[in-house]
């Protein structure tokens, strides 16, 4: 089963309600009529306390947050900086939440004059609907097969260590290329987890024979996947080394660049990039921008393609850049 972080928060009991904004008032009715207490003194009333008024001051805006959502006082909420967002009138922040080693992310707009919260997504109906993780996700110098300059493009988020992702991978390469042969074109993004012992291991191993032979690297991929069974943290380099021998690569430079752990900088790259586009599990596919997490059966992702495919054809903002260039001879 594919890794993944769990994102469920326990509401709040009852007891806390006193917590999320009158803990005091709570406490003062064991204790009589703070009227006549402060009048016995010949003091003036204290005000009542004020509610949150103003979606602008991140203290107001959490209280209000937490009381909407039920957050518990154990939730820690780190509330972002207000920026302008893609709606006119409307301001966007970020919500981080984590408790013990959980975590989520959110989104929330926010009108200009701070009276108004809205929970949800703002989409532009003139740019792809994903354009965000378009624009974030790199695919140039990233192991890819498939047709350049296809109007579908797959970014897998993976790990040679998971095996949903070897399922998942031998669905790319066989099912949908066969499908797909034009239409389709699909990258390679590490994304090896800290709790997979030889995973970072063999994403060194897979770069560094990327950089020798790139059509090298997809003979790797396969044969990796196919053998996971086999291979332990102790034995991983004597296996990549004995598949090197047998595809004819230079063993030497690749066993210089896998002890130098020289591509571990863009392996790293790799993750931090998957990370801000939302990626905490593997497999991870982006198709043209959409996320979709675990593995996919071949049913729906054929659909989803299918709809991509036609989509594509009226609105033409997603798909490979094959690097093509026309230039037109002039007399």
Known sequence: MAE????????APAMFLCWLGAASLCSAQTLGDPAEDLSAFGQPESEAPMGPSNA???????????????????????IGDFEPSSVDGLLRT????????????????????????????????AKN????????????????????GAPVVIVAYSDFQCPYCAKEAKVLRTQL?????????????????????????AAIAGRCIYRLEPEGFWRYHDWIFDHQKDITPA?????????????????????????SRETEKAIQE????????????????FINGRPLTGAIQWERLKQIVDNEIEYQKVANNAGDDCGCEVTLSTP
Request: with cysteine.
């Open 4 to 11: 993944t972080t769990t994102r469920v928060f326990p509401a």
């Open 56 to 78: 602008l001051d991140k203290e107001d805006l959490e209280i209000y947050l937490r009381h909407l959502y039920l957050w518990a006082p154990e939730l820690q909420v780190e």
């Open 94 to 125: 970020k919500v981080w939440l984590s408790y013990k080693l959980q975590s989520q992310e959110r989104v929330f707009y926010i009108t200009k004059d701070g009276r108004h919260v809205l929970d949800g997504s703002a989409y532009e109906i």
């Open 129 to 148: 609907p994903f354009q965000s993780n378009l624009e974030k996700i790199t695919t140039s110098g990233h192991p890819g097969f498939g047709t350049a």
């Open 177 to 201: 290329m066969e499908s797909y042969p034009e239409q389709v074109r699909v990258y390679f993004r590490d994304y090896p987890l800290k709790t997979h012992k030889w995973a970072m291991g």
């Open 235 to 259: 034995n991983l380099k004597d296996k990549v080394m004995e598949f090197a021998a047998a595809e004819g690569l230079d063993s030497l430079k690749l066993g210089r660049c896998i002890d």
């Open 270 to 285: 790799s993750k931090k990039e998957g990370a801000s586009v939302g990626v905490r599990s593997t497999p991870t596919l």
